[in-house]
Nanobody, 118 residues
């Protein structure tokens, strides 16, 4: 089992910045990938950014150049630095991980609200 603890959501004005953190703990052999998805009201959950254990990142086109995902593998923690925030970034942000215990599993955090006011 893996537990994901998220922090850093909140309310910010357009153009502002927020930093989300997500720490994984529990029983696993390795973390393969971690990152963030988001879900706005009435919309499907969508990818924001992910990073592999080797450091390769993948970003949604809508956040490229504004968001930066980094990781601290020694702490099984990822950080999402969000700059130049827009009202359309408003959503519940969910931490995600793919981890391995003999085979691969996915786990999700409970979500943290990010609200960007215009």
């Amino acid at each position: 089992q893996v537990q994901l603890v998220e922090s850093g959501g909140g309310l910010v004005q357009a153009g502002g910045s927020l930093r989300l953190s997500c720490a994984a703990s529990g029983s696993f052999l390795s973390i393969r990938r971690m990152g963030w998805y988001r879900q706005a009201p009435g919309k499907q959950r969508e990818l924001v950014a992910t990073i592999t254990s080797g450091g390769s990142t993948n970003y949604a086109d809508s956040v490229k150049g504004r968001f930066t995902l980094s990781s601290d593998n020694s702490k099984n923690t990822v950080y999402l630095q969000m700059n130049s925030l827009k009202p359309e970034d408003t959503a519940v942000y969910y931490c995600y991980t793919r981890f391995a215990i003999f085979r691969e599993y996915d786990a999700w955090g409970q979500g943290t609200q990010v609200t960007v006011s215009s």
